[in-house]
Nanobody, 124 residues
């Protein structure tokens, strides 16, 4: 099965930017996504990309600030995060899945494979 490895996490000031790469051992799944989980909160979907068409979907909380992208040739997924806010502080996870239910990013269930996560901390 696919192995996913995130990197690029760290600390940033509010208004700053961070880019998260995710290296995949294979890029054969229909959907790749980023989720995040803040302390005491449930894991939530941030952004999703359909690997074949490039169609993207964003949570309302990050729309206009975050951009998900991919480099299929390099088996890489990215999350560019701009205009960061303290409420963006969380562990960010890369995920892969092929279920059609992954389209709406409403649940973690359609995503079968997960990375170990990378911490992003935003201070004001």
């Amino acid at each position: 099965h696919v192995q996913l490895v995130e990197s690029g996490g760290g600390s940033a000031l509010a208004g700053g930017s961070v880019r998260l790469p995710c290296a995949a051992s294979e890029y054969t799944y229909n959907y790749m996504a980023w989720f995040r989980q803040a302390p005491g909160k449930e894991r939530e979907g941030v952004a999703r990309i359909a690997t074949g068409s490039g169609n993207t979907y964003y949570a309302d909380s990050v729309k206009g600030r975050f951009t998900i992208s991919q480099d299929n040739a390099k088996n890489m997924l990215y999350l560019q995060m701009n205009n960061l806010k303290p409420e963006d502080t969380a562990v960010y996870y890369c995920a892969a899945g092929s279920s059609g239910a992954a389209w709406s990013l409403q649940s973690t269930s359609p995503f079968a494979y997960w990375g170990q996560g990378t911490q992003v901390t935003v201070s004001s």
